[in-house]
C-alpha cells in the first residue's frame, strides 16, 4: 500500500487517483486528502466533490473507485 509523501498516512486509491489528476499524471509519490488539500489551499470536502465530478465526467483515473470511497 502507498503512504503519503509528507505525512506517511496510508492512502486510498482516491488520494492516488488526485495527486494523478490535480499534480502529475505520471506522479510516483502521492499525497493524503488532507495533504493535497493544504497544497492547494481547500477543503477535503472540495477534493471529495471535484473526485466526483472526475467520475461523473468519465475520467479513467476515477471510475473504477467504489462509491464509498468517494
Not at 19 to 42: D, H, M, Q, S
Request: with cysteine.
Amino acid at each position: 500500500m502507498s503512504r503519503c509523501s509528507e505525512c506517511s498516512r496510508e492512502l486510498k486509491s482516491v488520494e492516488i487517483a488526485l495527486t494523478k489528476k490535480l499534480v502529475n499524471r505520471g506522479a510516483t509519490e502521492f499525497l493524503c486528502k488532507t495533504c493535497l488539500a493544504g497544497r492547494f489551499r481547500v477543503s477535503e470536502g472540495t477534493l471529495d466533490e471535484k473526485a466526483r465530478e472526475f467520475r461523473d465526467m468519465g475520467c479513467l483515473l476515477f471510475t473504477e473507485l467504489p462509491e464509498g470511497e468517494l
